[in-house]
């Protein structure tokens, strides 16, 4: 079998494997679909020579999706053949969080599949069979696998700023998160401002639904929401991007008594909190990912909204086409990237 590896300097190699056996309690997935994420990046463009001083190199990809091939010993609720999405990390499963689903907050220890364990960018890929959430017949592989990781963050923000059809969401960022935050919030009735500085990204948000769209390079954003919406500004704003400028804005642009919602992960932010956020009465949220019932919500969401997910989906590669796939995602230009297996 073939597995991916990032060697450094941002290249993509393969390499070839003996496929593996699933031990107690897991599972053997062989691999349909596997998501590119924009928190890849930073693994793929560190250095030759950091990677050297690590004794191995984890396979990435935290978006799995696949078929159960092989069961395990003591694996009771899941069949070969079944079609699964993997909610890509692992806990203790006794603790608060793990009880609620939300196994990457383990209080005691938790791996992240395509992080600190071998990830979903290989043909065939041993998990927990706890991590295996099962699909909707009508979801195909590809947008499932936007599901499980980057879609599904975006969905489970927009349910915490809790979107009403009545109110103006400004999603700043158009990245595959805040692209899937501008689809989902017009799918609940928003009117979606989207903010981004590439018109490609721009243009697609438009075709998801957003009603406006600002080029921040061109235009203060702050200025263009507020004059939407007559002075007062957002009754919601998203970041999406983790720049501590647009973090900044985020909060700016949100009106008195409105909700901003923090997705974007990285960097530092000075807020003045007295002006910026207590003297307008902010709701703050931060929101990582998603339960691993969220998982489940967002994959029945998708189905029953006819989410437009091919529009999102701007480009599929086979796995030997990896280099590929990296060098035009790192451009910035498209909607989500996905592999894909036959």
Known sequence: MKALHFVGDSLAELKEFDKPSPGNGEVLLEMKASGICGSDLGNFKESKSLKAERSSLIIPGHEPVGVIAELGGEVGNLSVGD????????????????????????????????????????????????????????????????????????????????VIGSETVAIFGQGPVGLSATMFAAQMGARVIAIDVVDTRLNLAKELGAEEIINATKVDSETVIRELTSGEGADSTLDATGIPDVRLEAVDSAKY????????????????????????????????????????????????????????????????????????FVEGNTGKVVFVWD
């Open 83 to 162: 079609r699964v999405m993997m909610h890509h990390y692992s806990g203790c499963l006794r603790c608060s969080m793990c009880r609620i689903g939300y196994t990457q907050m383990c209080l005691q220890h938790h791996e992240v599949y395509g992080y600190s364990a071998d990830g979903g960018h290989q043909d065939y890929m041993v998990v927990p069979a706890y991590t295996c959430i099962s699909m909707p017949d009508e979801l195909d592989f590809a947008a499932a696998a936007a599901c499980a990781c980057g879609t599904g963050t975006a969905f489970q923000a927009i349910k915490r700023l809790n």
């Open 257 to 328: 008594w409105g909700k901003v919602c923090f997705v974007g992960e990285g960097n530092t932010t000075t807020f003045d909190i007295s002006k910026q956020i207590i003297h307008k009465q902010l709701t703050v949220l931060g929101s990582w990912t998603f339960s691993q019932a969220g998982l489940s919500d967002v994959a029945r969401f998708v189905v029953e909204r006819k989410s437009p997910m091919s529009k999102l989906i701007t480009h599929t590669f086979n796995l030997d086409e990896a280099q590929c796939a990296y060098d035009l």
